[in-house]
Nanobody
Framework: QVQLVESGGGLVQAGDSLRLSCAASGRTFSLYGMGWFRQAPGKEREFAAAINRSGGSTDYADSVKGRFTISRDNAKNTVYLQMNSLKPEDTAVYYC????????????????WGQGTQVTVSS
């Protein structure tokens, strides 16, 4: 069982940056691939970024590529999402997800989900 707690969301202006964190419980964090998804009002939850167990491989949605960076610190059981050059269309609830040995851009690749953190970008 893995519990995930996101933090770092907030209200920012277009062009600003935010860093989201996701703290995971348990001693087996390094066995889990991690992902960030987001869900805007009235829309489906969509993939944003993924990182494999070691942190050596990453993947991004086209909409965030070049602006967002996913990273992880296995010693701290934490995954991060650095978001730069934020746009109003990035406004969403951001969810952290964990999947055993996963490296996936689809929701079905993940077994555990956090409660989400709200990111609002004003124009």
């Amino acid at each position: 069982q893995v519990q995930l707690v996101e933090s770092g969301g907030g209200l920012v202006q277009a062009g600003d940056s935010l860093r989201l964190s996701c703290a995971a419980s348990g001693r087996t964090f390094s066995l889990y691939g991690m992902g960030w998804f987001r869900q805007a009002p009235g829309k489906e939850r969509e993939f944003a970024a993924a990182i494999n167990r070691s942190g050596g491989s990453t993947d991004y949605a086209d909409s965030v590529k070049g602006r967002f960076t996913i990273s992880r610190d296995n010693a701290k059981n934490t995954v991060y999402l650095q978001m730069n050059s934020l746009k109003p269309e990035d406004t969403a609830v951001y969810y952290c997800a964990a999947g055993l040995r996963a490296f996936s851009s689809t929701r079905r690749g993940y077994d555990y989900w956090g409660q989400g953190t709200q990111v609002t970008v004003s124009s």
